[in-house]
């Protein structure tokens, strides 16, 4: 099976910008997640969608947002972006569908410079 | 707030030597996972535990779930520098709060020296 795949690898863009990043699980896999990862943060949940619906969300402004696909590929999309943002952004999938999520599988992630 | 503390941040080790990793919550797990994570890329998966007591080995790793089911640890024996990078633990927490959401650790950065 083709594991989790992210487009694009890699995005600059300045202040006050938005960005969309897209995010394919792997095959079967209905729950997508995003994180966000930085140095000093480390790896921070954003928010998680099962069949077409965010079930969960962290604790991030509404600058960042998200969908998903009745095919279960996922975009996110961060508006007005600031430096702050900058960071690696990591789509995870998995075959879980109730709440015990036992295991997560990570695409290589979207590097986003904002300048 | 569910916090996962992991412990050491940084190790520096020579070849042959052995290490273990710590991560401690103050929560229970409904199961942790363990992951490596190489520069730019995507943490992969190493292990996942579910029951409290649980010891998986995988070649030289070694996992532990504490039997409360607040802690672990990965421990290596004889490393390598192909074992060098980041090691991440990560926690999920049961509850209908947390659909698809991994609590991770700060992170252990492990740099093995020829």
Redesign the interface.
């Known amino acids: 099976k083709a594991g989790?795949t992210?487009t694009p690898r890699y995005l600059i863009k300045t202040r006050g910008q938005q960005v969309t990043l897209s995010c394919s699980p792997i095959s079967g896999h209905r729950?997508?997640?995003w994180?966000q990862q930085t140095p000093g943060q480390?790896?921070?949940?954003l928010?998680?969608?099962?069949s077409e619906t965010q079930?969960?969300k962290?604790n991030f402004p509404g600058r960042f947002s998200g969908r998903q696909f009745s095919n279960s590929r996922s975009e996110m999309n961060v508006s007005t972006l600031e430096l702050g943002d900058s960071a690696?952004y990591?789509c995870?999938s998995?075959s879980?569908t109730g709440?015990?999520?036992?295991?997560?599988?990570?695409?290589?992630?979207t590097?986003l410079t904002v300048l | 707030t569910q916090l996962l503390e992991q412990s050491p941040q940084f190790l520096s080790i020579q070849e042959g030597e052995n290490l273990t990793v710590y991560c401690n919550s103050s929560s229970v797990f409904?199961?942790l996972?363990w992951?490596r994570q190489e520069p730019?890329?995507?943490?992969?998966?190493l292990v996942?535990v579910?029951t409290g007591g649980e010891v998986k080995k995988l070649k030289r790793l070694t996992f532990q779930f504490g039997d409360a089911r607040k802690d672990s640890s990965l421990h290596i024996t004889a490393a390598q520098p192909g074992d060098t990078g980041l090691y991440?633990c990560?926690g999920?927490y049961?509850?209908?709060?947390?659909?698809?959401?991994?609590?991770?650790?700060?992170?252990t950065i492990l740099t093995v020296h020829p």
């Open positions: 989790v992210q729950s997508v997640s994180y480390g790896l921070q949940f928010f998680e969608y099962f079930r969960n962290g690696l990591l995870a998995s879980q709440s015990s999520l036992k295991e997560q599988f990570f695409g290589p992630g590097r | 409904s199961s996972q992951y730019g890329e995507g943490p992969v998966l996942t579910v991440l990560a999920a049961a509850g209908g709060t947390s659909y698809g959401k991994l609590t991770f650790g700060q992170g």
